[in-house]
C-alpha cells in the first residue's frame, strides 16, 4: 500500500466521521429537516425500525424529520467508537450511540442507547450516507433507567 492510498483512506475515514458529526448536530439543533436530508444520497435509506420509523429517499428523509422536534424535544447525540471501513467508492460505519432526550409528548427525560450500521458512498469527491439503520438496545425513561424499564411504550423494537 503506497504512502497515497494510506492517507486518502485516512482523510476518507475523517470525512465519513465529519459527515456523521454534521448528521448529530442537524438533529441536536431541531432536526433540521434539509440540513439532514442533504446528508444522504438522493435514495439513501433513513431505518430507525418499528422504533423511530424508515424514510426513503431524500425527500422521505427530508419529511420523516419535518415533524421530528414534535417527538424529541430535546436530545444531545453522543457517538462514539467508530469502526470505518472504507472500500474505494463505499465505506461502511459501526457507531454506539447514547442520546439522553425528551420526549416531546409527555415531557419525561429518557435515555436512549443503540448501535447505527451505516453505509456511505463517496459521490462527486464527497461522502453520502446511503443507508443508515438504528439498532435500538434501550429506550428507557429517566428516573426508572433502563434495567427497569427497557423500552417506553410503544417503542419496543
Avoid at 482523510?11 to 446528508?39: M, N, V
Avoid at 425500525?49 to 417527538?71: D, K, M, P
Avoid at 439498532?135 to 427497569?148: I, M, Q, R
Wanted: some cysteine.
Amino acid at each position: 500500500m503506497t504512502i497515497e492510498s494510506r492517507l486518502e483512506r485516512l482523510e476518507d475515514i475523517e470525512e465519513i466521521k465529519q459527515l456523521k458529526a454534521k448528521y448529530c448536530r442537524f438533529c441536536d439543533e431541531g432536526y433540521d429537516p434539509d440540513g439532514i436530508a442533504g446528508l444522504f444520497t438522493e435514495d439513501g435509506i433513513w431505518d430507525g425500525g418499528r422504533t423511530f420509523g424508515v424514510a426513503e429517499g431524500r425527500a422521505g428523509i427530508r419529511r420523516h424529520f419535518e415533524g421530528a422536534g414534535s417527538r424529541i424535544s430535546i436530545a444531545r447525540h453522543q457517538v462514539m467508537n467508530p469502526i470505518i471501513e472504507v472500500n474505494g467508492t463505499s465505506a461502511t460505519g459501526h457507531w454506539l450511540l447514547f442520546q439522553p432526550c425528551t420526549d416531546a409528548t409527555s415531557g419525561e427525560a429518557v435515555w436512549l442507547a443503540a448501535t447505527y450500521n451505516d453505509q456511505y458512498v463517496k459521490s462527486d469527491g464527497a461522502w453520502l450516507i446511503d443507508h443508515l439503520s438504528i439498532d435500538v438496545a434501550f429506550f428507557s425513561p429517566y428516573d426508572k433507567g433502563w434495567a427497569e424499564q427497557q423500552f417506553l411504550s410503544g417503542r419496543t423494537p
